[in-house]
C-alpha cells in the first residue's frame, strides 16, 4: 500500500467516525470553539458529549483571562475500588492538583456492607446522600458512640478516633466523605485486621489474656475493608454494648437547621457554632433555583472544596492581576476555589442546584460584593466604577447569599 493510500484510507476512517458520531448527537448543533470575531471550527477528533457539559471550557466568556489551575474533577472520572460489600472511589490533590487542604471520598455500602473497623490521621466529616448508615467509635476516654444517620444527616470523626460505617436495610447506603487533608488516600487506612496480622500471636496473647492459639484466623489482604455482614440489631441495643456516651456526640441533623432562605434558594450553615465537635471542617449546604446564583464572594479564612449534589451549574472564579476562569459543573462534580478567590455559583439548569460548601476551618465565613459596596462611601465606589445611581440605589446592605432575592 502507497503512503498516498494509506492516507486516504485513514482520511476515509476518520470521516466516518465523525460522521458516525454526528449521526450519534442528531437533531443536536454542533459546538464549535468560536464566537463572532474569534475562533474557528474544530473538524476534529472530538468528544461531543463533554464537550456538551463543557460549554464554558470550549467557548470561554470573553472576560475569561489567563492561566488559572483546573478547578474542577468528576467522581465519574475518578478510579471505582469495588469490594464485596460495596464500593469506593475518590477525589484527592492526585487527581485535582489544586486541593492541597481538602481531599473527598464517595462511598457506597450495601445492605449489611461494613466499612471495617478503621482510623486514620485525618479527620473525617460526612454527608449522607442516599439510604441509612449506622456509626459507631469510642473517644480517648473510652466513651462510645452508636448512631443511625440517614439522608442530610453528618457526622465527624476526629484524627485518629477509631470508627466504623455500616448500610442499613433496605438498600444500604451512600455517602460523601471529606478529609482535612489533600493528600489523603482511602487506601491507606489503620485497619483492624491488618493490625492483627501484623502482630505476633504470642503479643495478641499477652494482650488479651487469651491462648495464641486463638488468633489464627484473621480474615487476608482484601477479604475486609468494604465487606458484607449481618444487619445489626435495633440501635438501642447496640447502644447499650457501651459504657458512657460521647457527650456532644459525632452526628448532627443538617436538614434540621433553619436556613438561611432568599427568594431564589437557601443556605444551611454548619460549624463548630452547631455542631461543636466539627473543629476542622465547616460547610454549606446551599439550594439555587432555576435562575437564581449565589452571589459575588469570597471567603476570607480558607480554601473552598464543593460537592455537586444535584442539578447543573457554572462557575466563575478572579484570581486578581486579570485571571479569571468559568467552570461548568453537574451532579457529581467537585469544585474547587483557592483562598480568598472571588467567584460566583450560577443554577444553569431547569431543576434545583444543590451543592457543598466545604472549609478547613472551624467556622464559616463570607465576604459579600454586594454588601461591601453597599456599606462603602457611595462616593468612594462612583470613584471607582463609575456606576449609574439605578447601580448605587439597588445596593444591598444586608446580605443576600442566592440572588436575585
Given at each position: 500500500m502507497t503512503l498516498a493510500s494509506r492516507r486516504t484510507m485513514l482520511a476515509t476512517s476518520v470521516g466516518g467516525l465523525l460522521a458516525t458520531a454526528a449521526g450519534a448527537q442528531a437533531g443536536q448543533a454542533v459546538p464549535e470553539p468560536q464566537r463572532p470575531g474569534h475562533g474557528g471550527t474544530d473538524p476534529g477528533p472530538r468528544n461531543l458529549m463533554r464537550e456538551r457539559q463543557?460549554?464554558?471550557?470550549?467557548?470561554?466568556?470573553?472576560?475569561d483571562h489567563g492561566t488559572l489551575p483546573n478547578l474542577r474533577f468528576s467522581f465519574a472520572d475518578a478510579h471505582v475500588r469495588l469490594e464485596t460489600g460495596g464500593w469506593t472511589r475518590q477525589v484527592t490533590a492526585r487527581e485535582l492538583g489544586v486541593s492541597k487542604n481538602i481531599a473527598g471520598v464517595n462511598m457506597r455500602l450495601n445492605a449489611g456492607g461494613v466499612r471495617e473497623l478503621h482510623w486514620h490521621k485525618a479527620a473525617e466529616w460526612a454527608f449522607m446522600l442516599y439510604g441509612s448508615a449506622r456509626i459507631t467509635a469510642i473517644d480517648p476516654q473510652g466513651r462510645s458512640f452508636v448512631d443511625d444517620v440517614g439522608v442530610g444527616d453528618l457526622w465527624y470523626f476526629p484524627a485518629g478516633i477509631p470508627h466504623s460505617i455500616q448500610g442499613l436495610g433496605p438498600d444500604g447506603a451512600e455517602f460523601l466523605l471529606v478529609?482535612?487533608?489533600?493528600?489523603?488516600?482511602?487506601?491507606n487506612t489503620f485497619l483492624i485486621s491488618d493490625w492483627f496480622r501484623h502482630t505476633?500471636?504470642?503479643?495478641?496473647?499477652?494482650?488479651?489474656?487469651?491462648?495464641?492459639s486463638s488468633f489464627g484466623r484473621t480474615p487476608e489482604p482484601g477479604e475486609l475493608y468494604i465487606f458484607p455482614a449481618p444487619l445489626p440489631g435495633p440501635l438501642d441495643q447496640d447502644r447499650a454494648q457501651g459504657a458512657e456516651p460521647v457527650p456532644h456526640g459525632f452526628?448532627?441533623?443538617?436538614?434540621?437547621?433553619?436556613?438561611?432562605?432568599?427568594?431564589?434558594?437557601?443556605?444551611?450553615?454548619?460549624?463548630?457554632?452547631?455542631?461543636?465537635?466539627?473543629?476542622?471542617?465547616?460547610?454549606?449546604?446551599?439550594?439555587?433555583?432555576?435562575?437564581?446564583?449565589?452571589?459575588?464572594?469570597?471567603?476570607?479564612?480558607?480554601?473552598?472544596w464543593q460537592y455537586y449534589i444535584q442539578g447543573q451549574a457554572r462557575m466563575g472564579v478572579f484570581g486578581a492581576s486579570g485571571q479569571a476562569r468559568t467552570f461548568d459543573y453537574r451532579a457529581g462534580d467537585v469544585?474547587?476555589?483557592?483562598?480568598?478567590?472571588?467567584?460566583?455559583?450560577?443554577?444553569?439548569?431547569?431543576?434545583?442546584?444543590?451543592?457543598?460548601?466545604?472549609?478547613?476551618s472551624s467556622y464559616y465565613a463570607d465576604v459579600s460584593l454586594d454588601q461591601w459596596m453597599a456599606l462603602t462611601p457611595p462616593e468612594l465606589v462612583r470613584a471607582h466604577l463609575k456606576l449609574d445611581q439605578q447601580v448605587m440605589d439597588a445596593l444591598r446592605k444586608r446580605k443576600e447569599p442566592v440572588v436575585p432575592a
Open positions: 463543557n460549554p464554558d471550557l470550549l467557548v470561554p466568556p470573553a472576560t478529609f482535612d487533608d489533600g493528600e489523603f488516600d482511602e487506601d505476633p500471636p504470642e503479643v495478641l496473647a499477652k494482650n488479651f489474656g487469651v491462648p495464641a452526628s448532627h441533623r443538617m436538614m434540621a437547621q433553619t436556613p438561611l432562605r432568599t427568594k431564589s434558594g437557601t443556605v444551611r450553615i454548619t460549624d463548630s457554632s452547631v455542631f461543636p465537635v466539627s473543629t476542622t471542617i465547616a460547610a454549606a449546604l446551599v439550594e439555587v433555583e432555576p435562575g437564581g446564583m449565589r452571589e459575588l464572594h469570597w471567603h476570607p479564612n480558607t480554601d473552598e469544585g474547587y476555589v483557592p483562598f480568598a478567590m472571588g467567584h460566583y455559583v450560577e443554577n444553569t439548569g431547569d431543576t434545583t442546584l444543590r451543592f457543598l460548601e466545604m472549609f478547613k
